[in-house]
């Protein structure tokens, strides 16, 4: 079983810049791929990046390339979404997902988060 937590969300201008945190709980962390999806309102959840357990591949969705990094930290427990030049599109519910498997996947997340909320302004 894997425990969730994010962190970091918050209301932020068009342009600026917020770090998620996501830590997990569990000795097995660096066994499992991650990713950060999105949720906005009247909208599906999205996939939004991905990491791999060793944290030698990224995925990210088209909208955010060359603005949002998706790292991890092991020792920690705890993956990262460096998120900058925010736009108002990027308003939304961001939860941190992890898989059962070591490799990316944009599908197939087992264990969820409860989200932090993203509020970017015009």
């Known amino acids: 079983q894997?425990?969730?937590v994010e962190s970091g969300g918050g209301l932020v201008q068009t342009g600026g810049s917020l770090t998620l945190s996501c830590t997990a709980s569990g000795r097995t962390?660096?066994?499992y791929a991650m990713a950060w999806f999105r949720q906005a309102p009247g909208k599906d959840r999205e996939f939004v990046?991905?990491?791999s357990?060793?944290?030698g591949s990224t995925d990210y969705t088209d909208s955010v390339k060359g603005r949002?990094?998706?790292s991890r930290d092991n020792a920690k427990n705890t993956v990262?979404?460096?998120m900058n030049s925010l736009k108002p599109e990027d308003t939304a519910?961001?939860?941190?997902?992890a898989s059962s498997?070591?490799?990316i996947s944009r599908y197939g997340y087992n264990y969820w988060g409860q989200g932090t909320q993203v509020t970017v302004s015009s």
């Open 2 to 4: 894997v425990q969730l």
């Open 29 to 31: 962390f660096g066994w």
């Open 49 to 51: 990046a991905g990491i």
């Open 53 to 55: 357990a060793g944290g």
């Open 68 to 70: 949002f990094t998706n």
């Open 80 to 82: 990262f979404l460096q």
């Open 93 to 97: 519910v961001y939860y941190c997902a």
């Open 101 to 103: 498997r070591a490799t």
